[in-house]
């Protein structure tokens, strides 16, 4: 079964609920982990053209809020400045590269790719392991008016209920 399009809005400023989940048992998301995943954040926000509204780092799960702007929305300039910032005067940005990368960092899936692939190679290196850490694609749901966020977090936060028997010691 072929996989459903992402749903994404390439020509305006739109705001995302993102919710990405481990594929490893237990509750792998600690501390250490959850500070580098908001250090991650804030660095490559600081590249990529999107603004972070909220996130929330559970132990087996991530949720990100962020609004995504289009390519329209800087000039080749800004891109170029951004670039600077990000990678250093010694990584030369030319020209011909600028549309190609304005696209780049306009995207949804690309921003949470890299997120999500730093952060599974500083889990995998601290924890002397090698594999996959995260569990399916990420979902994304766009947000009006908020009704969106509390529904798409609901729905991706059901817990599963068990019927079960307890023992009675005796």
Known sequence: MSRKCR????????VYHIVTKT???????KDVEKDFFVEL???????????ILGYTCMCTHI???LQMYPESYYTD?????????????EKELYSGQIPVLREKLSDLSTFVKVIKQNFS???NKRNNRKGFFWGDRFKSVIVENGKTLIFSFKACNQVT??????RIAG
Request: cysteine-free.
């Open 41 to 51: 954040l804030k660095r490559y926000s600081r590249l990529y053209f999107n603004e």
């Open 23 to 29: 594929a490893l048992p237990g509750l792998p998301i």
């Open 121 to 123: 190679k500083f889990y």
């Open 63 to 65: 949720h990100i809020l």
């Open 77 to 89: 300039e800004e891109v170029k400045k951004r670039y600077e910032q990000f990678y250093g005067e």
């Open 7 to 14: 749903i994404k809005n390439n020509t305006e400023s739109t």
């Open 161 to 166: 209920r068990k019927t079960f028997s307890p």
